[in-house]
């Protein structure tokens, strides 16, 4: 089982960039998918999160409206587009997968309930 994010870059405030979650040796439709960031010196945060199968998704306040999670299950792929990007959304962004029951609704803001995780793709934005 192993994930691979892409896609980061540098981008001038305003801009935009879409992340990839690719994954090989599973299936991503039947995990929920979550995208955490973690900028130097604080937390991994919770940006989004899509649910397994039906794909609900979900977003952080700091970039809802502004991103979007989405899944290709031809491609086995997970996408974060992100549009009108600001110099807070600097950090080193990573996917992780899960396929376990979880035992309460907001479970997929919590980093410790994922089991996979990919390598983290650098976002810089700034002018």
């Known amino acids: 089982v192993q994930l691979q994010a892409s896609g980061g870059g540098m981008v001038q405030p305003g801009g935009s960039l879409r992340l990839s979650c690719a994954a090989s040796?599973?299936?991503?439709?039947?995990?929920?998918i979550g995208w955490f960031r973690q900028a130097p010196g604080k937390e991994r945060e919770w940006v989004s999160f899509?649910?397994?199968?039906?794909?609900?998704?979900y977003y952080g306040d700091s970039v809802k409206g502004r991103f979007t999670i989405s899944r290709d299950k031809i491609k086995n792929t997970v996408y974060l587009q992100m549009n009108s990007l600001k110099p807070e959304d600097t950090a080193v962004y990573y996917c992780?997968?899960?396929?376990?029951?979880?035992?309460?609704?907001?479970?997929?803001?919590?980093?410790?309930?994922?089991?996979?995780w990919g390598q983290g793709t650098q976002v810089t934005v700034s002018s």
């Open positions: 992780a997968a899960d396929g376990s029951p979880h035992a309460w609704s907001t479970w997929y803001k919590d980093k410790g309930e994922f089991a996979y």
């Open positions: 040796g599973f299936t991503l439709d039947y995990y929920a």
């Open positions: 899509i649910s397994s199968s039906v794909g609900s998704t």
